[in-house]
């Protein structure tokens, strides 16, 4: 017998796997935008229901209010030729599905069947009143997972370094600052005082 919450849970899933379709394959980037959304509203929506409400609050205050607002902003103002992105649509979608088969592969393998069914929904048991998800993912995070946190933090920012080096372009025509100039100034470099005489007032 299915519970409700196993009902809402499977619900859930096939609202995300429908979206996340719909993200890749919908031609208007504003609709894949949305649906990017619709997919991140549901899945705030199963770590409610899995008793995760930090990870949900984060997941729709950074990611829906903060980084899909960013989205819509830079679509929205660049002219983007849709003709031109779906030229090599075709051509890429072999490529593109073998490295989608591949990942389901390894999440299927890292998940596992002991670990995913509609029998084993039911094992999350409900908390005490008293417990914090939040205290909780902060004592993993820091605790048990504390090398994978920090070896995630070192490659974002490695990646952060390479995006600006890669969009570094220098240019003959820009102006820096010599900073050994600017301390090595003085006062008559910059202010000069002129003497005038006074305007005699008019009668």
């Not at 609202?15 to 919908?26: C, E």
């Not at 920090?150 to 025509?173: F, G, H, M, P, S």
């Amino acid at each position: 017998m299915i519970s409700f919450a196993q009902t809402l849970f499977y619900l859930f899933s096939a609202i995300i796997i429908f979206a996340a379709l719909r993200v890749v394959t919908v031609r208007n980037p504003i609709h894949a935008a949305l649906y990017l959304v619709l997919t991140f509203f549901t899945t705030a929506a199963l770590w409610i229901l899995l008793e995760a409400e930090f990870l949900a609050i984060t997941l729709v205050l950074v990611y829906v209010g903060a980084v899909m607002v960013l989205f819509l902003f830079v679509i929205m103002m660049l002219d983007i030729d849709l003709a031109v992105m779906r030229e090599g649509f075709v051509r890429s979608l072999p490529v593109a599905g073998l490295v989608a088969l591949v990942m389901l592969a390894i999440m299927v393998m890292v998940v596992g069947p002991q670990h995913f069914g509609m029998a084993l929904y039911p094992a999350v048991t409900p908390h005490a009143a008293d417990y914090s998800n939040t205290r909780e993912l902060g004592r993993l995070l820091y605790t048990v997972y504390l090398y994978p946190f920090e070896i995630a933090a070192v490659i974002l920012l490695v990646a952060i370094v390479a995006a600006i080096a890669l969009t570094l372009r220098q240019r003959k025509d820009s102006r820096y600052q010599q900073v050994e100039l600017q301390v090595a100034v003085e006062r008559n470099d910059r202010l000069r005082i002129v003497s005038m005489p006074a305007e005699e007032p008019r009668p």
